[in-house]
């Protein structure tokens, strides 16, 4: 695994070491084959997830320190919630305009 990551081999000992074998040279050509598009979509997909994730709490902690107490969280979920579906329906209508031009 750890051999995967880099574009140079490391000796056969600390391969042994972090990957509990040695994999050869072969194997590591045929994992950086799959490296296409669709996993660099799916690793954005994970880190929008993961930055939504950190947003809403962040957000939402900066509301309660406002002073405007813990209700006020309900209501920073509110605005994201819309605001994701305004962004879902501008994304949806102009995919809908280039798909039938």
Do not use: E, Q
């Not at 750890?2 to 600390?14: A, E, Q």
């Not at 994992?31 to 929008?48: E, P, Q, V």
């Not at 962040?58 to 406002?66: N, S, T, W």
């Amino acid at each position: 695994f750890i051999r995967d990551l880099f574009f140079f081999d490391f000796p056969p000992p600390l391969c042994r070491f972090f990957d509990g074998g040695d994999r050869g040279k072969s194997i590591r050509d045929n994992g950086s084959k799959k490296r296409d598009s669709s996993y660099l979509a799916a690793a954005l997909n994970h880190s929008a997830f993961n930055t939504a994730n950190a947003i809403g709490p962040l957000l939402g902690g900066m509301a309660i320190a406002a002073g405007y107490g813990w209700t006020s969280t309900a209501w920073v979920g509110v605005a994201l919630s819309l605001g994701g579906f305004v962004i879902f329906v501008i994304a949806w209508l102009t995919g809908r305009k280039h798909a039938t031009a």
